[in-house]
């Protein structure tokens, strides 16, 4: 599976993803077994109702909308930048599309991509004569 | 007829400046995108800290970690957070394609800006963000020192 960086850092204005900071790529692990590939994206802030994955034929969009709040105090010393995530990526065929599953839970999102049944090798027979 | 210098493109100053905006560029995108965001060989787990008259506010990316498998400690004006984040193990069917998180047990501590009450101190996680509050110890009295004078 290749995966392909966001296309610009702003995201357009969408319905339910607008938001004052920037967008960040999340990490993301790729796992694949014997059935299905896996996808686990770093999502921190994110609710289970606020991530979304759009397929459009074979690019998978993932995108969280980030509901933390920083507290009203000064900050006063940063690590990080809290902002929206999104990233893109390019599903290999053997993905079948209509059984895609995804779950989110403290801030981790999981994406099995199970692939299609491998189809047996069919022998053709030559007939003679 | 108003006149215009004309831009040569291979001007050495103008090529010294593409140049610079291309740092600039790189720069731009190594905090805000492209690039993901958490390079291996960070420290774990980032955190923010904030400040007002009562309290200091420690932030901290958790994403993956349960709650009840993280640790926290106050003492001595440290906070220490210890924790395991979850990790597949390889098998003979279950491979990497791509491995950008990092998994395994983490530990730091911090000194605090403040002095801190630790009875009372506080923390929630929610998706993966855990927040603890600690409220400001109360100011001590100076004590005065009376010099005794024979």
Known sequence: MKDKGPETGMMEAKEGLIHEGPVLTPAVDILEDGEALLLIVNMPGVNSDKVDIQLLENELTVSGRVMWKEPEAAAIHTEYTSGNYLRKFILPKEVDQRKIEASMKNGLLRVRLPKAGSVEPRKITVRTG | ??????????????????RLQEEIDRLYERFFG?????????????????????????????????????????????????????????????????????????????????????????????????????????????????????
Do not use: C
């Not at chain 2, 990497?96 to 009372?120: C, I, M, N, W």
């Open chain 2, 34 to 150: 492209k690039q993901p965001y958490t390079l291996k060989g960070r420290v774990f787990p980032a955190v923010n800290v904030y400040e007002d008259d009562a309290n200091l506010y420690v932030s901290a990316e958790l994403p993956g970690v349960e709650p009840q498998d993280l640790d926290i400690t106050v003492e001595d004006e440290r906070l220490t957070l210890r924790g395991a984040r979850e990790t597949m193990n390889e098998t003979e069917t279950l491979r990497y394609r791509r491995r950008e998180r990092e998994g395994g047990p983490f530990h730091r501590t911090f000194s605090l800006p403040a002095r801190v009450d630790p009875e009372k101190a506080h923390a929630e996680a929610k998706d993966g963000v855990l927040m603890v509050t600690l409220p400001k110890a109360g100011v001590m009295e100076p004590k005065k020192v009376e010099i005794r004078v024979d």
């Open chain 2, 1 to 18: 007829m108003a006149i215009f210098r004309w831009r040569d493109p291979f001007d050495e100053h103008f090529r010294e400046f593409s």
